[in-house]
């Protein structure tokens, strides 16, 4: 399995809703990492996990809250969003250790209504 | 800090032409340069990376990048493109010892029949 899958591909939410998103791998990869990518524009980092822990937040807003229940899954909790957090939304994963590229999901496309 | 430039944000090329992308980057540590593919509604593919030892780089779909020190450039290469490579592509950086990977803003390749 070389794939990481994300769920849902498409999410419309309100600003008062509370949703998840999820990403899953079999890779036996340790990092896991959310990117916030709007139209046009390169990814941009939001979060790093390494081991299930969290190692890098790039000061992202408390509306949106990661997770990393086991070595395979990682979440991303959100809540009170706002119309400007309508992006895609990638996850990735890659082996710990230096020079390992990433090996991304599909993405799921946010809007927020 | 280390930073990426892709210097063309658009790059139109006939079906079977020689392309070429640039990328230049900035870092005060050593780095390790990727290049990356995004179809449209699809997340990110690596293509090919440069960790050390030669400075030509072979990656998937017939591409290559130059890794050139003294011009801190990483420009990535094709012979003959196809209309299946029209795609956005990524020059990205990691400091070694770091978990961060940087991206550019991204070249849109547009290949015409």
């Known amino acids: 399995d070389t794939e990481v899958t994300q769920t849902p591909k498409h999410l419309v939410m309100g600003m008062t809703n509370k949703k998840s998103l999820k990403c899953e791998q079999h890779m036996g990869h340790r990092a896991m990492y959310w990117y916030k990518q709007k139209a046009k524009k390169p990814p941009e980092l939001m979060f790093v996990y390494s081991y299930e822990k969290l190692s890098i937040n790039e000061s992202v807003p408390s509306r949106f809250s990661p997770e990393c229940p086991n070595s395979s899954l990682l979440n991303l909790h959100l809540h009170a969003l706002q119309p400007e957090d309508s992006a895609l939304y990638l996850c990735?994963?890659?082996?710990?250790?230096?020079?390992?590229?990433?090996?991304f999901g599909s993405g799921t496309r946010l809007t927020v209504v | 800090a280390q930073s990426v430039t892709q210097l063309d944000s658009q790059v139109p090329v006939f079906e079977e032409a020689p392309v070429e992308l640039r990328c230049n980057y900035s870092s005060s540590v050593s780095v390790y340069l990727f290049w990356y593919v995004q179809y449209p509604n699809q997340g990110l593919q690596l293509l090919l990376k440069?960790?050390?030892?030669?400075?030509l780089v072979k990656g998937i779909n017939g591409f290559e990048a130059e890794f050139n020190k003294s011009q801190t450039s990483f420009h990535l290469r094709k012979p003959s493109v196809h209309i299946s490579d029209t795609a956005e592509y990524f020059c990205?950086?990691?400091?070694?010892?770091?978990?961060?990977?940087?991206f550019g803003a991204g070249t849109r390749l547009f290949v015409k029949a």
């Open positions: 990205a950086v990691s400091e070694t010892g770091g978990f961060k990977t940087i």
């Open positions: 990735a994963s890659s082996h710990l250790g230096e020079g390992n590229g990433y090996t």
């Open positions: 440069y960790l050390s030892g030669s400075t």
